[in-house]
C-alpha cells in the first residue's frame, strides 16, 4: 500500500497517508485511458444538425398544376425535394453520440488516471481545505503547496462534512480560470488527465477509495 505525505493548505507536511493500492498504484492502462476520454466526449457532442423532411416544411402541399396538358413535368408539390426551399432527402437530424462503455472498463481507466497522477509526484493529498470563500486564500493555498496561478492547471476534490459540500471552497475556487473544485462522485478520467496537478483532501480519498472498491 503506498504512502504519501499529508501537508496542509500552509505546505507543511503533518503526517502520511496511506493510499489503497488498487486505486492509487494500480498498473497504467493507457488504451483505456484513451477509450474513456473518447466515451466521455462523445457523450458531450450535441448533435443539433437539422434538415426538414417532406412533412416539416412550411407551404401548400397543393398540386403545382394539373397532371396532363400543360407541356411540362408532372409535380406533386412545392414541398417535394427537388424544389428550391423544399425537403430535405436523408439529411441530418439531432441524434445522440454516446454509446455504452463496459463498467469495469471505466472503473479501471479511472483508477489508472489516478495512479498516473501518483506516479508522476502530481497528487497532493491534503488533511482539509478550509477556506475563508475569497478567490485569493484558495489561489494563496495552492501557491503555498507549490501551485501556481493561472499558469498549472489543478484539480481540487473535496468531500462532504456533516453531510455538507465545502461551500467557501466552492466559491473560492469557481474564478479560478485553470482550477476546478469537484466532488468526490464526481471525480472521472477526462478532469483527471486534462488537469497537470490533483488536490485532494485525505476525506475525498477515503470516498473514492469506497465507491471504488464497492463496484468490485
Known amino acids: 500500500m503506498p504512502k504519501l505525505e499529508l501537508k496542509n493548505i500552509s505546505g507543511t507536511s503533518v503526517g502520511s497517508v496511506d493510499l489503497d493500492d488498487a ?4 498498473e497504467i492502462h493507457e488504451h483505456l485511458l484513451w477509450e474513456v476520454v473518447k466515451w466521455q466526449l462523445a457523450k458531450r457532442r450535441a448533435g443539433n444538425a437539422s434538415t426538414k423532411r417532406l412533412g ?12 396532363k396538358g400543360t407541356g411540362q413535368a408532372r409535380q406533386g408539390s412545392r414541398q417535394a425535394p427537388h424544389w428550391v426551399g423544399g425537403a430535405k432527402v436523408f439529411g441530418p437530424k439531432p441524434r445522440d453520440y454516446g454509446y455504452t462503455l463496459p463498467r469495469k472498463a ?10 498516473l497522477r501518483a506516479k ?14 475569497k478567490t485569493k486564500s484558495v489561489a494563496g493555498a495552492l501557491a503555498a503547496l507549490g501551485i501556481a496561478q493561472p499558469a498549472a492547471k489543478v484539480l481540487i476534490v473535496d468531500g462532504k462534512t456533516d453531510g455538507k459540500d465545502n461551500v467557501n471552497l466552492i466559491r473560492g475556487a469557481r474564478n479560478l480560470a485553470s482550477s476546478q473544485w469537484i466532488a468526490p462522485e464526481g471525480v472521472n478520467v477526462y478532469d483527471v488527465l486534462r488537469h497537470e496537478t490533483l488536490v485532494i483532501t485525505q476525506a475525498a480519498v477515503k470516498q473514492i477509495e469506497t465507491a471504488l472498491k464497492g463496484e468490485e
Open 23 to 26: 486505486v492509487f498504484g494500480a
Open 56 to 67: 416539416e416544411v412550411r407551404g401548400s402541399s397543393k398540386k403545382v398544376w394539373k397532371q
Open 106 to 115: 471505466k472503473k479501471l481507466a479511472l483508477c489508472s488516471a489516478l495512479s
Open 120 to 133: 508522476e509526484g502530481k497528487l497532493i493529498v491534503l488533511d482539509g481545505f478550509a477556506t475563508d470563500g
